[in-house]
């Protein structure tokens, strides 16, 4: 029985106290079982994943078509090495590090080919609509669907450092600081000010704009 | 950390800010207008389908796009790949007619073209290992090798 006090490791105090690692904690049994494979183990491993490579792939501004290339590239090789994974419990780092490093190679080519830097970033957001948005369709839901795309809004026009930073951090479940760190090749321990720097940015950006 | 800090007042008391309450609002807003698009969801469960532990993988060892220097002026140049796994290497370029190769040492094989878990294009090798398809690529790829009892499959890559 394990009772009171939780596993010790070197980060406790900054990512081990985050919700989502209590939901990772069977990551490396999940892969361990697709390795046998459990098809159902390796689904589970997508839908608690595939946010945070879709965080990481938005986080450096891919454009639709090269973030879902970059985004199946990193599955389909996830899948292939599936059983050489040496910490099968770090697959989200894996996964997060991998996703970064292809995301880079994408906006390296694209340098190359000198294309003109016109992401259309805020313009995606308010003509796709997801499923979920549906659902604020009430009148009552009107308001809190304008605050969200305010907060959206904001968030788009932070700093590029900032910015970043957050889009992987709102991943679900929250990606814990080691995944950060792998998803954006920051050192673990300069997340927790970083990411208190960035939100007071953004709340005081909110505030100025009387949103919440 | 030397970050861009241009007010320069930021409190460092504590001012009743809740970083995790805002935190958990960005990820509600992420959810609802940035979501995971739901094929490519479906794409990623059914990858299962690629897991092979009985195939060799020729990692990436060299990629033009990430390793070569830029030829100034040069616009349409072609994408060099080369994989390996041992002694195995597969020379690769890809262009936006399709792509060609050869297998060092050169050696006949049977390959390969995959385009993800349900697509596999075959081109035969001829006698001194070269291949070509006109099948042009238009997402992640790898190549399927059988050569001998051998199995090898290269690293799943963007074109």
């Known amino acids: 029985m394990t009772v009171g006090t939780a596993p010790s490791a070197a980060y406790d105090d900054v990512s081990y106290t985050r919700g989502g690692v209590v939901d990772r904690a069977d990551v490396g049994a999940l892969v361990r079982s697709a390795v046998d494979g459990d098809a159902a183990a390796w689904k589970a491993l997508v839908e608690g994943l595939s946010p945070l490579v879709w965080s990481v792939v938005r986080a450096h501004r891919l454009e639709d078509a090269d973030a879902h290339e970059v985004y199946q590239t990193v599955w389909f090789r996830f899948a292939q090495n599936l059983g050489r994974i040496r910490e099968p419990e770090k697959a989200g780092s894996w996964l997060a590090s991998t996703a970064r490093h292809e995301s880079l190679k994408v906006l390296k080519s694209l340098r190359r080919l000198t294309v003109t830097s016109d992401p259309q970033l805020l313009d995606r957001v308010s003509e796709e609509r997801s499923p979920e948005q549906s659902v604020l369709d009430s009148e009552e839901a009107a308001a809190e669907s304008e605050r969200i795309r305010w907060m959206w809004q904001e968030f788009e026009e932070l700093g590029d450092r900032c910015r970043q930073l957050l889009r992987v951090l709102m991943a679900s479940p929250p990606p814990s600081y080691q995944e950060v760190s792998a998803a954006l090749g920051i050192a673990v321990g300069s997340i927790g000010p970083l990411r208190q720097r960035c939100l007071r940015r953004l709340r005081a950006r909110l505030d100025a704009r009387g949103a919440l | ?159």
């Open chain 2, 1 to 159: 950390m030397h970050d861009e800090m241009p007010e320069g007042r930021e409190p460092f008391e504590d001012d009743g800010f809740d970083g995790d309450l805002l935190e958990a609002e960005l990820r509600q807003a992420a959810a609802i207008l940035d979501p995971v698009p739901a094929q490519l969801r479906e794409n990623a469960v059914a990858a299962f389908a690629l897991h092979d532990l009985d195939a060799r993988i020729a990692e990436l060892t060299f990629d033009s796009v990430a390793d070569a220097i830029p030829v100034r002026g040069a616009g349409d140049v072609p994408r060099m790949l080369t994989f390996t796994a041992g002694e195995v290497t597969v020379d690769v370029e890809v262009t936006s007619q399709g792509l060609m190769g050869q297998v060092l040492p050169p050696r006949p094989a049977r390959i390969e073209v995959l385009g993800g878990p349900q697509t596999a294009v075959p081109v035969d090798a001829d006698a001194m290992g070269r291949f070509s398809s006109d099948a042009p690529l238009t997402g992640p790829f790898a190549l399927r090798l059988r050569t001998g009892a051998e199995v090898v499959v290269t690293e799943w890559t963007r074109a």
